[in-house]
Nanobody
Framework: QVQLVESGGGLVQPGGSLRLSCVAS????????MAWSRQAPGKQREFVAV???????NFADSVKGRFTISTNNAKNTVYLQMNDLKPEDTAVYFC??????????????WGQGTQVTVSS
């Protein structure tokens, strides 16, 4: 099976930075893309950023210029560097990945999420 585990969330003041990590583990054959989404209280989950296995990236307009996404392919890890954080960035951040495993054809997997709180 495949598992995604996020880490790096926490409490930060406005204007501060955090780096989230997400490690994919298990019987992985190929990773096609890795992405981050977030869900604030009372709101629907929304796309934040994605990176493909070719290195292409895309960001939500609300985070462009403040967040960057990168991977360590050898470690099956994706990072989300978040700078100039704002209170409206407060949410649970979820990692998801498009993966082909040993047992299953290509499908999307999700992590359990990590809380990010931006507050003074």
């Amino acid at each position: 099976q495949v598992q995604l585990v996020e880490s790096g969330g926490g409490l930060v003041q406005p204007g501060g930075s955090l780096r989230l990590s997400c490690v994919a583990s298990g019987s992985i054959s190929d990773i096609y893309s890795m992405a981050w989404s977030r869900q604030a209280p009372g709101k629907q989950r929304e796309f934040v950023a994605v990176i493909t296995n070719s290195g292409s990236t895309n960001f939500a307009d609300s985070v462009k210029g403040r967040f960057t996404i990168s991977t360590n392919n050898a470690k099956n890890t994706v990072y989300l560097q978040m700078n100039d954080l704002k209170p409206e960035d407060t949410a649970v951040y979820f990692c998801n990945a498009d993966i082909r495993s040993t047992y299953y054809s290509r499908r999307n997997y999700w992590g359990q999420g990590t809380q990010v709180t931006v507050s003074s």
